[in-house]
């Protein structure tokens, strides 16, 4: 299994960027998705995360301004970011519990990280 990221980039105070990642291999469900970021000197922290229902929860710090979402038949969740600072100059990372054809429990699996850089 692997997760693909992408979307990343370089966005003025106050733009907007989407991210996303999809999911390959042998893959026979995917339950939770989720994106993490950590930022230069700080450890990795929960972004946003989606159920297979698509029920949500948001870091308080990206609450009303990012949104999760996900395309099940296309193994793919988003993140769209609006309203971007500074402070959420990160490397960001994409996270899937996924139950594939060869393990007899669901496994997390990361994306590569995406960079997202906000000038001011």
């Known amino acids: 299994v692997q997760l693909q990221a992408s979307g990343g980039g370089l966005v003025q105070t106050g733009g907007s960027l989407r991210l996303s990642c999809a999911a390959s291999?042998?893959?026979?469900?995917?339950?939770?998705m989720g994106w993490y970021r950590r930022a230069p000197g700080k450890q990795r922290e929960l972004v946003a995360t989606i159920t297979r229902n698509s029920i949500t929860n948001y870091a308080d710090s990206v609450k009303g301004r990012f949104t999760i979402s996900r395309d099940n038949a296309e193994n793919t969740v988003y993140l769209q970011m609006n309203s971007l600072k500074p402070e959420d100059i990160a490397v960001y990372y994409c996270?899937?519990?996924?139950?594939?054809?060869?393990?007899?429990?669901?496994?997390?699996?990361w994306g590569q990280g995406t960079q997202v850089t906000v000038s001011s």
């Open positions: 291999g042998s893959i026979v469900s995917i339950s939770d």
């Open positions: 996270n899937a519990l996924v139950r594939d054809s060869f393990a007899s429990q669901p496994m997390y699996y």
